[in-house]
């Protein structure tokens, strides 16, 4: 069963300007996608679209057999976006508690999965630090940390590698291969090595 599933979707911002043109996609449980494309081809428009953060001008999205937008299954779906949104006056653990409660996780959850994805994405020792003293590397890393809260079922990552020196972008890569036996991941990037 496909649990994401776009069905002839169109995007216009204006009449010139299309940036979905009658897309179908398929994805189902357990597989690892990439939508690969220069910048400006529509990947995040894609997402975005997907998730109901932006309306279609026809066609339909499904996520988890459901119709986009639905807020009740934004719990079980992890998302990155291209730039991070994170509150850089709290500190990495204060920005991973509000998002956690965001997704509705309990108090005795949430502090243990924020142990988990903090050691996961390598920022345990620096939760109590302000985010505006994190380098590029670590928001995308506590960005991720914040997506893999609550273990989705769906993690969807818009160019994660963005802002990490090559040995990160090597054990994000690696993070996702290992994390793609238990959930279906979506990729969009413009870096053909991250793909290969």
Known sequence: MALIELKDVTKKYDKSTTALRHIDLSVNSGEFVYLVGPSGAGKSTMIKTMLGMEKADSGIALVLDRTMPNRHILGDIGY?????????????Q??????????GLSKKDLTTEI??????VD???HLN???SGYSGGMKRRLSLAIALLGNPQLLILDEPTAGLDP??????????ADMAKDRIILVATHVVSDVE
């Open 94 to 103: 204060e920005n991973l508690e509000f998002f956690g409660q965001l997704k």
């Open 123 to 125: 920022l345990t020792d």
């Open 129 to 131: 630090k302000a985010v």
């Open 115 to 120: 142990a988990h994805v903090a050691q996961v």
């Open 167 to 176: 040995k990160e972008r090597v054990r994000l890569r690696e993070l996702l």
């Open 80 to 92: 990155m976006a291209q730039s991070d949104a994170l509150y850089e006056a709290l500190s990495g």
